[in-house]
């Protein structure tokens, strides 16, 4: 038997997971792996938060002392990213065995659909599916790699800038954070360098293993939608007009299967929405200022090596979040697709028994699968233009108060 397109794909993100000192098969660990992976999340837990903790003692530290406004906006959306790494990580390892649990029904569906008849439409769809799910991977990939490298590239263009105009060489860091050292002493100054390059990978690791199991369950759970929709759909055949499909056993049996999945898909979207019901309430609240922070650093600083940085750590929250929304609303699109596919199906020409069934699954499916932030907002793009909004609110007020300061 071929090997599975959801295994596929969990191989496509299992990378992440490995160096984040997470996992995708905690059922399946021995007591070593387990042991070995939970050290290694506890080493990156700490690398982290102890750059975590030194950026709050700085930002804390420059309010006394009267650090500049740009230089406090400057910290705050990195601080706020790393919260947001740290509970994403968090809740991946409370919830391991829903986790589990979920990768199991999502194997047992497309095992079910394997062993279905094959037809080209249904074998279109997945592959539409699985090609967008890799090139928003893919994509989403590089651009990370992008903005850690240019976090940790700045020092050294900013360095050599001011080393041309004074002739005086000044070290520089990624962030500012404050150790019990001093961190741009030449002997301890690669060091601390290299904390916060190892703190900045930590970050989009942990962030890049939660997103990407989300997509891919999502684009998963979306494709068992589309294909129970055509199944649905297409379950009477195109017959004579004198013939009416009556309620036989080999037709009973088809529309029995069809409902016992949709209940198994229906149950996965709930699973996935249980296990990131409370990441994703805090994904939304710190995304509003992290953008609002991020896009103040880029009109505010006159650098323009920082200004570069900090439009692509803009690109990076602003896509993160957007297709956030986006999967949780394709989710939520293609489950009432099975309403539409009940209305369009030959149940006319059926007897009037099969018609009240499709009725059924017709008024159930109404009623869509959607994911949500506790229940506070849902996961679709409407959400999205809610934190843009908010966003916006935000800048706008930080903006004025900077101004007077300025002036």
């Known amino acids: 038997m071929d090997a599975l397109l959801f295994d596929e794909s969990l191989n496509k993100i299992s990378f992440l997971f490995r160096y984040g000192g997470l996992s995708l098969a905690s059922r399946t660990r021995t007591t070593t792996q387990t042991v070995k992976i939970r050290l290694l999340y506890l080493f990156n837990s700490f690398w982290l938060n102890v750059d975590l903790a030194g950026g709050i003692y700085w930002f804390i530290d420059g309010l006394k002392n009267g650090k500049s406004f740009i230089e406090l906006t400057y910290i705050a959306p990195c601080i706020a990213l790393a919260f947001m790494a740290n509970i994403k990580s968090l809740f991946m390892i409370v919830n391991e065995t829903r986790i589990d649990e979920m990768i199991d029904i999502l194997r047992s569906l497309e095992v079910t659909v394997k062993n279905s008849k094959r037809v080209e439409s249904k074998e279109e769809i997945v592959a539409r599916e699985k090609s967008f799910l890799y090139c ?70 942990d962030i890049c293993s939660a997103d990407y199991f989300f997509f891919t369950c999502c684009s998963h759970i979306r494709t068992q939608f589309l294909l129970l929709a055509y199944d649905l759909e297409n379950i009477i055949p195109d017959l004579d007009n004198s013939i009416t499909q009556t309620a036989d056993i080999a037709f009973n049996k088809k529309f029995v299967e069809i409902i016992r999945r949709h209940q198994v898909i229906i149950g996965a979207a709930r699973l996935l929405e249980a296990i990131y019901t409370k990441s994703t309430l805090y994904n939304f609240t710190s995304s509003s200022i992290l953008i609002c922070l991020t896009g103040f650093n880029v009109v505010a600083i006159e650098d323009v090596a920082l200004i570069v940085t900090f439009l692509l750590f803009l690109s990076m929250c602003l896509l993160q979040v957007f297709f956030l929304c986006f999967f949780g609303d394709m989710l939520m699109r293609s489950s009432m697709k099975i309403s539409n596919a009940a209305y369009n199906s030959r149940w006319y020409s059926a007897d009037p028994v099969i018609a009240k069934s499709f009725l059924i699954v017709l008024t159930r499916a109404q009623k869509p699968c959607k994911l949500t932030a506790m229940g506070f907002a849902d996961v679709n793009l409407m959400a999205f233009t809610s934190v843009l909004s908010t966003s916006w609110s935000y800048f706008c007020l930080l903006n004025t108060m900077y101004k007077p300061s300025s002036v």
């Open 136 to 205: 928003v991977i893919k994509m989403l990939n590089i651009l990370n790699v992008v903005v850690v490298l240019t976090f940790s590239i700045s020092p050294f263009v900013l360095m050599l800038i001011k080393y041309m105009k004074i002739k005086e060489l000044e070290l520089m860091l990624p962030f500012f954070i404050i150790y019990p050292f001093d961190s741009y002493d030449i002997r301890y100054w690669p060091f601390a360098y290299l904390h916060q390059f190892w703190s900045e990978w930590v970050v989009i690791l």
